[in-house]
Each structure stands twice: as C-alpha cells, then as structure tokens.
C-alpha cells in the first residue's frame, strides 16, 4: 500500500509569515493525527482526526494554528502568523479504524520540516 | 493525561553488545506500548510493540518487556548493528480512548565498532 504522503518537505519562513501543510493519507485510514516534532523531542500531538470530525486538539495553540479535513481524506494544517518557535518537522500518521492485528500502529509520513526566521 | 519519561537520553555501545532502553508511563489505563526507531531525517518507523495483556514480546534481535505494576516497559536490542543506530522513541496509548500516542524524549542510540 502506498505510505502516508506529505508536503511541501521543506519550507523557510519569516515570522509572522504563513504556512500551510498537507497530508494524504493511507487509503482507508479513518483517523489522522499532526504531530509537531521539535529537534531532539518526541513527536507531540497537535490534532486528531477521526474521518473529517475533530477528536481532540487539546494541544492545538488555536491562536495560530488550525486544521481541517474536509471529505475525511486529505487534511491540511496552517501556522499562521508563524513564531520562532514553531520551528520543527511537522509529521502528519493515520490508522485504519478497525479491530484486529495492526489495527493500533500508527503509520508516519516523512514530515514537512519548517524553518521560521 | 498521560506522561511518558525515557532514559537513557544517549547510549553507545560496542558492536555486539546489547542495548537497553527504559520508559515509565503515569497513565494505568495505557494498555499499548509501540517503539518507534527514528533515523535522521527520516519518519519515525514502527519496530515492535506490546499490549498490555502481555508481559514479553520478542521479534529477532529486539524485544520488549512491560511491568504494569510498576508502569515500567523496555526496549531490548541484542547483538547490535551499526545499522541499529538511531534515535529510538517509546509511546503508550489507551486504545479504548481514540488512541493518541504519548511519546517518550527519544533515546540517541551509537552503535559503534
């Protein structure tokens, strides 16, 4: 099965700039999760996605961040306006939603990684 | 929620030793333990897990140990590669509660010859 795709992989900024990125799924992967990745962190969750309804976004800084995912499919996250410390590889994982063996694992796209000067 | 602590940060070890990575959780209804191995640049990639009906798994050189009592669950990697270095994250999870991972501070596995 094709992995999850993201993009753009790169993007620098200036602050106070805007960025949007984007996430395709797994084919028939109900839920979606953005995770932010800080250098030399654990990924840290920022929204979760279960079909195009939210499951929790407590962690989301919603003054600036926000994200959708309109038909349940792709999804998109934006910054904006952007600070110094957004800078980090921003990584989008879905799973499939159903019982059985795998049905926990987490698959990860590359990331998108922002520069923020 | 849940809080996931790892040690240690780094960790270098000779060709052929075994490595040992540990991670305590706070949450007890967390009942799914994945690792992910991380190499630079790269997507974090799924290596094993365990739940929490299980006490021990193993899969080749690599297996994975979980106290629930002690909310304590390990990372076991034997006779290790250069190709094993990598930075290594432990996550816990309650299934039953959307599943979102808690993931530990990583662990800068050196494996060197």
Redesign the interface.
């Given at each position: 099965e094709a992995g999850v795709a993201q993009s753009p992989r790169y993007k620098i900024i200036e602050k106070r700039q805007s960025v949007a990125f984007w996430c395709n799924p797994i084919s028939g992967h109900a839920t979606l999760y953005w995770y932010q990745q800080i250098l030399g962190q654990g990924p840290k969750l920022l929204i979760q996605f279960q079909n195009n309804g939210v499951v929790d976004d407590s962690q989301l800084p919603k003054d600036r961040f926000s994200a959708e995912r309109l038909k349940g499919v792709d999804s998109t996250l934006k910054i904006q306006p952007a600070k110094l410390e957004d800078s980090a590889v921003y990584l989008c994982a879905s799973r499939r939603w159903k019982q059985g063996a795998g049905a926990n694992v987490l698959t990860f796209g590359a990331g998108s990684r922002l520069t923020v000067l | 929620g849940e809080n996931?602590e790892?040690h240690p940060s780094t960790l270098s070890v000779q060709e052929g030793d075994s490595a040992v990575i540990k991670c305590t959780y706070s949450d007890s209804a967390s009942n799914?333990f994945?690792w992910?191995k991380q190499e630079l640049g790269?997507?974090?990639?799924?290596i094993i897990?365990i739940r929490s009906n299980v006490g021990e798994k193993k899969d080749q050189r690599i297996a994975v140990t979980l106290n629930k009592t002690a909310k304590h669950f390990s990372l076991h990697i034997t006779e290790t590669q250069p190709e094993d270095s990598a930075v290594y994250?432990c996550?816990a999870?309650f299934?039953g509660g959307?599943?979102?991972?808690?993931?530990?501070?990583?662990t800068q596995l050196k494996v060197e010859l």
């Open positions: - | 996931v790892q799914y994945p992910y790269k997507r974090p990639q799924l897990d994250f996550a999870t299934t959307g599943n979102k991972l808690t993931f530990g501070t990583g």
